[in-house]
């Protein structure tokens, strides 16, 4: 095996790995383990990636289920107002765009780097909703014209199971 470099479909991250490293990532490959398949800097599944840079074909090995889906929670659509801060005091307004159990899409006029922790407030029918979260990818540099730019954010901790379900329900109710 030589070195690769894999790309992350999901975040757009990279990273090197050395032959040795190479070698456990095909195992694991073949193996279906999809634990040892995930991109260090979002969690996708990075098994695609390495079945294109080594030319593997699809049937060395199952996929993972989560690498055909690419998502472990269902996103709902929304266009709710936002608020954000960073821990560091600069702070901004966004619109959410989508939300599922395990993070949500913020539209916004500043570029937020991955691995920001935020504190987000949403403005619901309901009220004010806070999170934290931290940004997983942007997609500034993919961009070619000026913002908006949006943000992956990914929940700091577990919410409640079901909440995108609930809030979509409560926003999009007719009264």
Same mark, same amino acid.
């Given at each position: &095996?030589?070195?690769?470099?894999l790309t992350c479909?999901?975040c757009?991250g990279?990273?090197a790995?050395?032959?040795? =490293?190479?070698?456990?990532l095909?195992a694991?490959?073949?193996q279906?383990n999809? /634990?040892?398949?995930?991109?260090p800097?979002?969690?996708?599944s990075?098994a695609r990636?390495?079945q294109?840079a080594?030319n %593997?074909?699809?049937?060395?090995g199952?996929?993972?289920?989560d690498?055909?889906?690419r998502?472990?929670?269902?996103? %709902?659509?929304?266009?709710?107002?936002?608020?954000?801060r960073?821990? /560091?005091?600069r702070?901004?307004?966004g619109?959410?765009?989508?939300?599922s159990?395990g993070?949500?899409l913020?539209?916004?006029?500043e570029?937020?780097?991955?691995?920001?922790?935020?504190?987000l =407030?949403?403005?619901?029918?309901?009220?004010?909703?806070?999170f934290e979260g931290?940004?997983?990818?942007n997609?500034? =540099?993919?961009?070619?014209?000026?913002?908006?730019?949006?943000h992956?954010i990914r929940?700091a901790?577990?919410?409640?199971?079901g909440l995108?379900? =609930?809030l979509? &329900?409560? /926003?999009?109710?007719?009264?």
């Open positions: &095996m030589t070195a690769i470099t479909d999901m757009g990279s990273k790995f050395d032959q040795r =490293e190479v070698g456990a095909v694991a490959f073949k279906g999809g /634990e040892a398949l995930r991109c800097t979002c969690g996708a990075l990636p390495l294109r080594l %593997l074909s699809p049937t060395v199952p996929l993972p289920a690498s055909r889906t998502r472990r929670h269902l996103r %709902l659509p929304f266009d709710l107002p936002a608020s954000f960073a821990p /560091e005091g702070g901004g307004r619109q959410v765009k989508n939300l159990d993070g949500l913020l539209v916004t006029q570029i937020l780097p991955p691995s920001t922790h935020l504190r =407030e949403l403005q619901t029918r309901q009220g004010g909703r806070a931290a940004v997983v990818w997609d500034a =540099e993919r961009r070619s014209t000026a913002p908006p730019i949006a992956g929940f901790g577990p919410v409640v199971p995108a379900v =609930e979509f &329900m409560s /926003e999009f109710t007719l009264r």
